[in-house]
């Protein structure tokens, strides 16, 4: 009998060893994640100035830690990866071409590079990353952001037409949703996403939209519309 009670006695202290060392490790494990969320870098990037100003921080050239909470904010909203609050090349990308698109106003053709002559068209602006529909010289809707093919997947350029449009199309290559798809040149198409237009790298090649100008462009154009782009995605 005692016997007994004494193999029991050291199970329990093994069970007990045990518990103690799952309990940490299962802390440990759970903890990583939060403290690997609110990380932030604290040194100075190549584009502080221009960042702070953009953010409208004080412009100093000097990463505080609330200068790297205010570009973490803006990295996290925007899908961008590491979103550590480094001001680096991708982050100010993005704000420069943010600039580029406000600066756009109501006049996104100014330069005259889409073409007037052919009545009803989709302007897509690489260099921009903006689209927007034109009626001739007359602005229809628009211009939106987009989101372009990435490094060694380019968007092409020149003119296209909408040949083929599926509203509930199914992508066989990507295995993913493509609502309001209009194909205009191969594979690629205007269509909707639910990614922010500024995460990087980009698209397979296709031209990504928000929901809303996804729509509103499969309402507005039809087989057959002209479709131009033109200029460079920076970065590529």
Avoid at 19 to 24: E, G, K, M
Avoid at 55 to 60: A, F, I, S, T, Y
Avoid at 115 to 129: H, S
Avoid at 131 to 156: C, F, H, M, N
Wanted: glycine residues 10%.
């Amino acid at each position: 009998m005692n016997t007994i009670r004494s193999t029991i006695r050291r199970r329990a202290g093994v069970g007990l060893a045990v518990t103690s060392l799952v309990v940490p490790l299962t802390v440990a494990l759970t903890a990583a994640p939060a403290q690997a969320a609110t990380y932030c870098n604290t040194t100075t990037g190549p584009y502080q100035k221009q960042v702070e100003k953009f953010l409208g921080r004080p412009v100093d050239g000097r990463q505080s830690l609330t200068d790297c909470r205010a570009v973490q904010a803006f990295q996290q909203k925007h899908g961008i990866q590491p979103s550590a609050g480094y001001a680096g090349v991708i982050t100010w990308r993005t704000m420069s071409t943010m600039l580029a698109q406000r600066a756009a106003g109501t006049n996104p053709n100014r330069d005259g590079r889409c073409p007037t002559n052919k009545g009803r068209i989709a302007c897509v602006d690489l260099t921009r990353q903006l689209s927007w529909i034109q009626d001739g010289a007359r602005l229809k809707y628009g211009p939106v952001p987009v989101r372009t093919g990435r490094d060694g997947a380019e968007t092409r350029t020149g003119a296209k037409k909408i040949y083929w449009r599926h509203i509930n199309h199914w992508s066989t290559l990507y295995h993913v949703s493509m609502p309001y798809s209009q194909f205009f040149d191969g594979g690629q198409a205007f269509h909707s996403t639910t990614k922010s237009m500024w995460n990087p790298p980009g698209s397979g090649g296709c031209v990504n939209m928000r929901p809303a100008d996804a729509k509103a462009y499969w309402n507005l154009l039809r087989t057959g519309d002209d479709v131009f782009v033109y200029g460079r995605k920076p970065g590529t």
